[in-house]
């Protein structure tokens, strides 16, 4: 059996890197390493994958979405609404504009931002709401951009995790995750469902003021060379990166059916146990089958695990050379740079409980059969005694 990896981005290399090598040597050989021809391709391709008028590449995700809000205009002590449980960048950005971030609670199914949550968030200083689509499916966002379009706030999409997947309206109409909102954002981090080998990310919009805005925010401020118009930050996407986008972007929606197929395997290993809770699929099409819809892209694998020591079954797991991944350990309201008095641990019981209960299994395109009856196996050797 190969050595089971977490995330195996050399053997997904292995699969392109006759297409990846030359374009990397072009660039080399133009040095047209800054916003080069390869950037541009890049950007009219994602543009055509995801249905969307704008995309702005930059030099990582957190980028991305610390320039929406600058895009956007928000001012020091405005409010936004965020979810407790997620990475830190998320709300590490809305502390570094000194907005301020207002912390809200999860669904127990699926993870993501609960709408009575943020109904009961709002106040008049309430300016955005990010929905972050954690573990690669997509939040509520027919229902966000209903409060929203009530309440006048801006909706910024944290689309690090769920590239690809389609969101479905109550019509049946679909959009791609990230360009719903009035702006979204991605990461390209090499473990992303379309990650470079190095730092990437991106900005989706359809407002063309807005995008016009944010192509000035990535470059300095500057539309003309030393002519700053707006006040910007310095993050481009290198050729280099962009290149091994391209190459990877003709593939992203077989790679996503590949984590798809290896969590439905997942599934039918734990699938009616007691102590395993498998991830939730929310989509009318989905039916627990993954292969008729792309409602989740599982980023993550992550179960939920009942009266099951779960600190004891990574180091089970990890003793047999198994990887596994805790997604979140602490909630963004006990982080040491994020605690404040505002917030009520009673306001947090889903988010509460996941941080005790998660464990994120391996999860990428190269996992085989083998690899995943062993990983399965040895979860249920534990949890079962």
Same mark, same amino acid.
């Given at each position: 059996m190969?050595?089971?990896q $977490? ?8 699969a392109?890197?006759d297409?990846?090598n ?6 080399i +050989?133009n040095?047209s390493f800054?916003?080069?021809? &390869?950037v ?5 391709n994602?543009? *055509?994958y995801?249905?969307v008028?704008?995309?702005i ?11 929406? $809000?600058?895009?956007?205009g928000?001012?020091?002590? +405005?409010?936004?609404i965020t979810?407790?449980?997620?990475f ?5 950005? @809305?502390?570094?504009?000194q907005l301020?971030p ?13 709408i009575?949550?943020? &109904?009961?968030?709002?106040?008049p200083? *309430?300016?955005a709401i ?7 499916q997509?939040a509520? $966002?027919?229902?966000? $951009?209903?409060?929203a379009? %009530?309440?006048?706030?801006? /909706?910024?999409?944290d689309?690090?995790q ?8 109550s019509n049946?109409?679909?959009?791609k995750?990230?360009?719903i909102g009035?702006?979204g954002?991605?990461s390209?981090?090499?473990s992303?469902n379309?990650g ?6 991106a900005?989706f *919009? ?7 805005i944010?192509?000035g ?8 060379r030393?002519?700053?118009?707006? /006040?910007? /930050?310095?993050?481009?996407?290198d !050729? ?7 190459a990877?972007?003709?593939?992203l929606? %077989?790679y996503?059916?590949?984590?798809q197929?290896?969590?439905m ?9 007691e ?8 989509s009318n +099409?989905?039916?627990?089958n993954?292969?008729t819809?792309?409602?989740?892209v599982f980023h993550?694998?992550?179960l939920k ?5 779960r +600190?004891?079954?990574v180091?089970?797991l990890?003793?047999?050379d @198994?990887p596994c ?9 006990n982080q040491?740079?994020?605690a404040?008095e505002?917030?009520n641990e009673?306001?947090f019981p889903?988010t509460n409980d996941l941080?005790?209960?998660v464990i994120?299994l391996?999860m990428?395109?190269?996992?085989d ?6 990983? *399965? !196996? &040895?979860?249920l050797?534990y949890i079962?005694?």
């Amino acid at each position: 059996m190969r050595k089971i990896q $977490m995330v195996d981005l050399k053997g997904q290399y292995n699969a392109i890197k006759d297409i990846v090598n030359p374009d990397i040597q072009e660039i080399i +050989d133009n040095a047209s390493f800054i916003n080069g021809p &390869k950037v541009h391709e890049f950007q009219k391709n994602l543009e *055509t994958y995801l249905d969307v008028k704008h995309v702005i590449p930059c030099a990582n995700g957190t980028d991305a979405l610390q320039i929406a $809000m600058m895009g956007l205009g928000l001012k020091p002590g +405005d409010e936004v609404i965020t979810a407790d449980f997620t990475f830190a960048a998320t709300v590490e950005v @809305i502390a570094l504009l000194q907005l301020t971030p207002v912390l809200v609670d999860v669904n127990p199914n699926d993870f993501n931002i609960n709408i009575e949550a943020i &109904k009961k968030a709002i106040t008049p200083k *309430t300016k955005a709401i990010v929905p972050v689509h954690l573990f690669g499916q997509v939040a509520n $966002m027919e229902a966000i $951009m209903e409060l929203a379009e %009530a309440h006048n706030l801006y /909706v910024i999409e944290d689309n690090a995790q769920a590239i690809g997947a389609d969101y479905t309206y109550s019509n049946g109409k679909k959009a791609k995750a990230g360009t719903i909102g009035h702006v979204g954002s991605t990461s390209f981090f090499p473990s992303k469902n379309l990650g470079c080998y190095g730092d990437g990310g991106a900005i989706f *919009t359809n407002d063309d003021d807005l995008a016009h805005i944010i192509r000035g925010i990535v470059n300095h401020g500057m539309y003309e060379r030393y002519h700053h118009d707006v /006040v910007g /930050v310095n993050s481009r996407l290198d !050729s280099i990166q962009a290149a091994v986008l391209n190459a990877k972007l003709p593939h992203l929606d %077989a790679y996503n059916k590949a984590r798809q197929a290896a969590a439905m395997k997942y599934d039918a290993a734990f699938k009616n146990h007691e102590n395993i809770e498998i991830p939730f699929r929310k989509s009318n +099409d989905c039916e627990g089958n993954c292969a008729t819809c792309d409602c989740h892209v599982f980023h993550q694998y992550t179960l939920k695990l009942n009266n099951v020591d779960r +600190d004891g079954l990574v180091k089970f797991l990890n003793a047999h050379d @198994i990887p596994c991944g805790v997604y979140y350990p602490i909630p963004l309201h006990n982080q040491k740079a994020y605690a404040d008095e505002r917030y009520n641990e009673a306001d947090f019981p889903v988010t509460n409980d996941l941080v005790k209960t998660v464990i994120s299994l391996p999860m990428h395109t190269e996992l085989d059969d083998e690899q995943i009856e062993f990983i *399965t !196996s &040895k979860v249920l050797e534990y949890i079962n005694g």
